[in-house]
């Protein structure tokens, strides 16, 4: 009969055979129940539709991993089979893990993308304006890079009166995000107007420092406005979406922020154009209302006024003349007209054969009115008769 061993033993036999012949395995699989430590280990399960198998990824690998491990996210492990002794449990010691089908570098962007979109990173409504006129502009690149040589031409020929503040930032490499985020926050202390944050075209591993959340958080947190400058027109970068701008190229940064000074010269000349203009023109305004006032002056003034005087005095007078002289020409006319009157009426001039003035006891009166016996005197302009009413009759 074969002796008994114990269960350590079994364990630790099957731990050697097991992590003898499978150093290095390469898994494909869903994740499951993922679980980030606090002491940066990561806890899962790989599964397909059959089976599973725990994983770990220790600190020192899981440092090294470009994106989030989510549940249901299908991935490529590469790592070794190892087994726990005390439980007697086996496990995949995960080296390196891809997602399926992509890579991990566009992977972990999506996820740092979507993860800042929704925690208000990109929101239009925060970005704060760039100053029209910067007068002192931080710029956070390398100094031995070509980014920092097109940025310094162009600014030169554009808007030489602007002063660079270059503050010398690794932009590639494994420390490269943690310099440019501790860069950013110490620019943000200054009195800058504007933080350029720049560097030349590369590949994706190459800008990859861009994209990661610590630069995110340093430029989202920044008070001073903050211009992303990386890479090509066609690169675009986590730190481009959070930034207050983004410029396609840092040589169009400069194009971007600053102003021309071809085109200010010329401005400058529109506006004096428009300044001697428009003193001209008020100039000519005043000049009327000065003519107007002393036109004023003079129709107000005492010799004025007398000469008014005068000329309204010489106009009544003309008046009252040609007045006067209507009315008497009026009265001598009603004269003649009366005289005329007179004449014709005159009784002296109205004797007619036939004609007498019946009068009774010195009052004219009328035939009709003479009675039987009455006695009464018939005149004309030449002699005065008496008579007596014989006989009256009517016809």
């Known amino acids: 009969m074969q002796s008994p061993i114990t269960v350590s033993t079994l364990n630790n036999q099957i731990k050697s055979l097991l992590e003898s012949h499978f150093m290095s395995v390469y898994v494909e699989g869903e994740v499951s129940r993922v679980t980030y430590h606090s002491s940066g280990h990561i806890y899962f399960s790989l599964k397909d539709q059959n089976s599973s198998i725990s994983c770990v990824m220790f600190r020192g690998n899981a440092q090294k991993l470009k994106f989030q491990l989510e549940e249901g996210l299908k991935v490529i492990i590469n790592g070794a089979i190892t087994l726990y002794t005390p439980r007697g449990s086996y496990q995949i010691n995960c080296f390196s893990i891809e997602p399926a089908g992509s890579g991990a570098l566009a992977l972990a962007y999506e996820q740092l993308k979507k993860k800042l979109q929704q925690k208000g990173y990109f929101?239009?409504?925060?970005?704060?304006?760039?100053?029209?006129?910067?007068?002192?502009?931080?710029?956070?690149?390398?100094?031995?890079?070509?980014?920092?040589?097109?940025?310094?031409?162009?600014?030169?020929?554009?808007?030489?009166?602007?002063?660079?503040?270059?503050?010398?930032?690794?932009?590639?490499?494994?420390?490269?995000?943690?310099?440019?985020?501790?860069?950013?926050?110490?620019?943000?202390?200054?009195?800058?107007?504007?933080?350029?944050?720049?560097?030349?075209?590369?590949?994706?591993?190459?800008?990859?420092?861009?994209?990661?959340?610590?630069?995110?958080?340093?430029?989202f947190m920044a008070n001073t406005p903050i211009v992303s400058a990386i890479g090509h027109e066609i690169d675009f970068l986590i730190s481009d979406f959070v930034a207050d701008l983004r410029a396609p190229t840092p040589s169009s940064a400069m194009e971007m922020i600053l102003p021309d000074i071809n085109e200010m010269r010329i401005f400058i000349d529109s506006l004096k154009d428009n300044l001697n203009s428009s003193f001209k023109n008020i100039l000519y305004k005043k000049e009327k209302e000065l003519q107007h006032i002393k036109e004023l002056l003079r129709q107000n003034s005492i010799q004025s006024k007398l000469s008014l005087f005068s000329n309204e005095i010489k106009s009544l007078k003309e008046y009252y003349h040609s007045y006067i002289n209507q009315i008497l020409l009026q009265k001598q006319s009603i004269i003649k007209n009366l005289t005329q009157a007179f004449e014709s009426n005159n009784p002296a001039k109205k004797d007619k054969v036939g004609f007498a003035q019946i009068s009774k006891n010195g009052k004219k009166i009328a035939l009709e009115s003479l009675k039987i016996d009455d006695i009464f005197e018939l005149s004309n302009s030449k002699i005065t008769l008496n008579a007596k009413v014989i006989n009256k009759g009517y016809l």
């Open 123 to 219: 929101d239009k409504d925060r970005k704060k304006e760039l100053p029209k006129f910067p007068n002192h502009v931080a710029l956070i690149t390398s100094k031995t890079g070509a980014a920092l040589q097109d940025i310094l031409r162009v600014a030169t020929s554009r808007w030489p009166l602007v002063k660079f503040s270059i503050i010398d930032t690794i932009v590639q490499g494994q420390e490269a995000s943690k310099m440019i985020a501790k860069n950013i926050q110490l620019a943000d202390k200054e009195n800058f107007d504007i933080i350029i944050i720049a560097r030349g075209g590369g590949s994706l591993e190459d800008l990859w420092p861009f994209n990661e959340e610590i630069v995110a958080d340093a430029i």
